[in-house]
C-alpha cells in the first residue's frame, strides 16, 4: 500500500534553529511553536512550510510546519540542505510594529504574540521564473534583477545549470 509516513525531524530542526540565530529574528522567541517532519514517500516537492489550521495547532501546540521529503533531503548535500531549510523559513512571516525602547530611546521591532494564530502569514517567493525565459530573455523584470543581484552577493553560489542538474539529480531520487 503506498503512502506518507511522517517522523519529528531533529536534524533539520538543529539546522534550522542555527539559521533563525543567524537570519530570521522575527522567530527567535518562537523556536518551540514550529514543527519539523520528514515526510516518507513520494512526493512532488522537496520541502514546505505551512501554516498550521485550528485542528493542527490542538493536536500539536504548533503554530508552523516544515516539512522535508526524506528521500531528496538524503541525496543533498550539507549545503543545500541549509539552504532549503533557509528556503522554507523564509516562507513564515509575522506581523510586527516599531515602538521606541523606554531605555535606548532607539526605534526597534515588536513581534505579535507568537501564540496567535493572526500573527503568522506564508510569505511567497519574491522571484518565480522559468529558466528557459531567462536563458532566451535575460533578467527581463525588475524582481529578477534584485534575484541575480543577491546572487551575485551571496557567499556560496551555484551557476543555473548546478540548479538544473541538482533538481533532476533529486527529482531522480524522489520517484
Ligand atoms: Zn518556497
Redesign the pocket.
Given at each position: 500500500m503506498a503512502g506518507a509516513f511522517f517522523k519529528e525531524a531533529t536534524e533539520v530542526r538543529e539546522i534550522a534553529e542555527d539559521i533563525i540565530d543567524k537570519y530570521h529574528p522575527h522567530l527567535q522567541d518562537a523556536k518551540d511553536v514550529i514543527g519539523y517532519y520528514f515526510r516518507e514517500g513520494a512526493s512532488d516537492w522537496a520541502?514546505?512550510?505551512k501554516k498550521c489550521t485550528a485542528f493542527e495547532r490542538y493536536v500539536t501546540g504548533k503554530m508552523l510546519f516544515v516539512f522535508i521529503n526524506a528521500e531528496a533531503w538524503n541525496a543533498m548535500k550539507h549545503e543545500q540542505r541549509v539552504a532549503l531549510v533557509d528556503?522554507?523559513l523564509?516562507?513564515f512571516s509575522r506581523k510586527s510594529f516599531k515602538d521606541v525602547d523606554p531605555e535606548t530611546k532607539e526605534w526597534i521591532t515588536i513581534y505579535e504574540d507568537k501564540n496567535e494564530s493572526d500573527s503568522w502569514s506564508i510569505r511567497?517567493?519574491d522571484v518565480e521564473e522559468f529558466s528557459d525565459v531567462i536563458k532566451r530573455h535575460g533578467l527581463w523584470d525588475t524582481g529578477i534583477e534584485k534575484f541575480a543581484a543577491a546572487v551575485r552577493e551571496a557567499d556560496y553560489q551555484m551557476s543555473l545549470d548546478d540548479i538544473e542538474r541538482e533538481e533532476k539529480r533529486v527529482l531522480r531520487a524522489v520517484k
Open positions: 520541502g514546505k512550510a528556503h522554507e523564509c516562507h511567497e517567493h
